[in-house]
């Protein structure tokens, strides 16, 4: 445990250093001169989106191996040739551990006094969360990691979040186990990572949050998230049921301009039972199948068709499941 929380606590050193160090270039700044929620990304590089991680820790280094046109991701990454975003949500094994959720509830009620299914879901987490924070220290300008609703480390309900439950107790539970295990410095620390992470981004034609908008906002508001939780909630919470019809198309407006062929806004938070969902009137797409991973192919030089540029990653065998040469 030290060992793992030593490695770590330097990972998160690292990452909240290349998030605070962000170029207003790449995140234009907010009144307080902090990075801002809002990511400009490099025009002219094909980005590739990956749908919310939910503690799969195999699902990065499976996209490091994948091969965009004949060249592998990681190479790719490493020569300046494209970009990533994740859309967020790091943490919890939701419905695909349903039974160790439950056996879990049960020794987190008796003080996680011994905890191996608590254990197993959190060094699946802390693995996936670390790999994401070696790619943020090492690529910054081209690997993003989006705040999703399972970035409140806190369990809090405040600052655009809210607790989280829904097999179990997941969020108090994940809290108390890293309080108890990892100590409260470091939770701070973890939830100050948290707290840095942008909330949505803006390529040549397209816009990525982990959820789709509430209601308009505008990008202003966007880059001045850190003091406006309704954004944070708006962008992090939102379900259909919930949004505004006609947002999406207005805010694309206003964040591409009126003159290109193609527009569309991706996000994930939302789990669907096909490989992808979208919907024609809000120039939506959705790509969080939990039981799927699949990857969005964005060309900046061709339009896009969900048919031909969304592909399933493999899974790595167990003994792949390695966390690369990412340094």
């Not at 030593?6 to 907010?30: F, G, H, N």
């Not at 202003?220 to 198309?249: C, F, M, Q």
């Amino acid at each position: 445990m030290n060992d793992s929380k030593a490695v770590l606590d330097k990972l998160l050193d690292k990452a909240i250093e290349s998030l605070d160090s962000e170029e207003s270039v790449v995140r234009p700044k907010d009144g307080d001169d902090r990075p801002g929620g809002l990511v400009l990304l490099q025009p002219d590089l094909p980005t590739l989106v990956v749908p919310d991680l939910h503690g799969r820790r195999d699902f990065l280094p499976a996209l490091l191996r994948y091969r965009y046109k004949d060249r592998v991701v990681y190479d790719l990454l490493k020569e300046g040739r494209i970009q990533i975003v994740c859309v967020g949500d790091g943490m919890h094994s939701e419905r695909r551990e349903r039974a160790r959720w439950k056996v879990a509830l049960e020794e987190y009620k008796k003080g996680f006094v011994e905890c191996p299914a608590m254990a197993e879901e959190m060094t699946e987490n802390f693995h996936t969360m670390a790999m994401v924070m070696k790619l943020k220290a090492a690529f910054s300008t081209r690997f993003h990691f989006l705040k999703g609703n399972h970035e409140n480390i806190l369990d809090e309900s405040i600052n655009g979040n809210h607790p989280f439950a829904k097999l179990a107790a997941e969020g108090p539970m994940t809290k108390f186990y890293v309080e108890k295990f990892y100590g409260n410095e470091f939770l701070e620390k973890y939830d100050r990572f948290e707290k840095s992470l942008p909330l949505l981004t803006r390529g040549r034609y397209f816009v990525i949050s982990h959820a789709r908008p509430k209601v308009h906002y505008s990008i202003d508001e966007i880059i001045n998230y850190h003091s406006r939780p309704d954004v944070i909630e708006g962008l992090t919470w939102t379900r259909h049921a919930n949004a505004r019809k006609g947002v999406v198309p207005q805010m694309l407006d206003e964040l591409l301009g009126n003159n290109l062929e193609q527009k569309i806004w991706i996000c994930g938070h939302t789990a669907i039972s096909d490989l992808y969902q979208y919907w024609d009137e809000e120039l939506l797409l959705e790509i969080h199948n939990p039981d799927l991973r699949p990857i969005v192919e964005l060309d900046p030089n061709q339009l896009f068709d969900p048919d031909e540029q969304i592909h399933l990653l493999p899974k790595l065998r167990a003994e792949d499941e390695i966390d690369s040469e990412v340094s």
